[in-house]
């Protein structure tokens, strides 16, 4: 059975860095898509960031150059490494596999708070 | 990069037929997926590839795509379908991955 838990959500000051992680199960991070989806308090969901099975990332416009995804094959778990935090940042967020070359989002975790404050 | 519309909200009676609408330019060339989320809870995947159901899903729910209009339908609406209902593709130009804004049902 697939399944995906976050974790590493938390306060953080404007400015400030965290790391959350992804804990993959039933499936391997390193042969299929894993992504990282954002949901602002009372607002839709917004795509973040994606690791391809080749190693390949892409970002949304509004994280490149201040988040990083990784995986560790492993430990079978995918990060989001996100520095240079703003309000705007404050979120739920969801990590989500899709099978290798597809587009869908079949399986979600339960996500992770992350809130940016001062 | 490329942009899915929806309307914020709609509404539908018990037992009648809900449709939700996501627009884009051309999106019938596009495969469009669509998920479900109740308050409180993480998304869960409804239909993909504009008219397939994963296991699990009910018959009620079905999807369509043609020219500019992608159409999620709900036959036979319940209490329990109530929720935010978001399409979803992949743009090749970008390599990016978007989301329509949402779509409030209510079942009342």
């Known amino acids: 059975e697939v399944q995906l838990v976050e974790s590493g959500g938390g306060l953080v000051q404007p400015g400030g860095s965290l790391r959350l992680s992804c804990a993959a199960s039933?499936?391997?991070?390193?042969?299929?898509?894993v992504s990282w989806v954002r949901q602002a308090p009372g607002q839709g969901l917004e795509w973040v960031a994606i690791v391809y099975a080749s190693g390949t990332t892409y970002y949304a416009d509004s994280v490149r150059d201040r988040f990083t995804i990784s995986r560790d094959g492993p430990k079978n778990t995918v990060y989001l490494q996100m520095n240079s935090l703003r309000v705007q940042d404050t979120a739920v967020y969801y990590c989500?596999?899709?099978?290798?070359?597809?587009?869908?989002?079949?399986?979600w975790g339960r996500g992770t708070l992350v809130t940016v404050s001062s | 990069s490329y942009v899915l519309t929806q309307p914020p909200s709609e509404s539908v009676a018990p037992g009648q037929t809900a449709t939700i609408t996501c627009g884009g330019d051309?999106?019938?060339?596009?495969?469009i997926h669509w998920y479900q989320q109740r308050p409180g809870q993480a998304p869960i995947l409804v239909v993909y590839e504009d008219d397939d159901r994963p296991s699990g899903i009910p018959e009620r729910f079905s999807g369509s795509n043609s020219g500019n209009t992608a159409t999620l339908t709900i036959s036979g609406a319940e209490a329990g379908d109530e929720g935010d209902y978001y399409c979803q593709m992949w743009d090749s130009n970008s390599d990016h991955w978007v989301f329509g804004g949402g779509t409030r049902l209510t079942v009342l």
């Open positions: 051309n999106i019938g060339s596009k495969s």
């Open positions: 989500a596999r899709s099978e290798i070359s597809s587009s869908v989002f079949d399986y």
């Open positions: 039933g499936f391997s991070v390193s042969n299929d898509f």
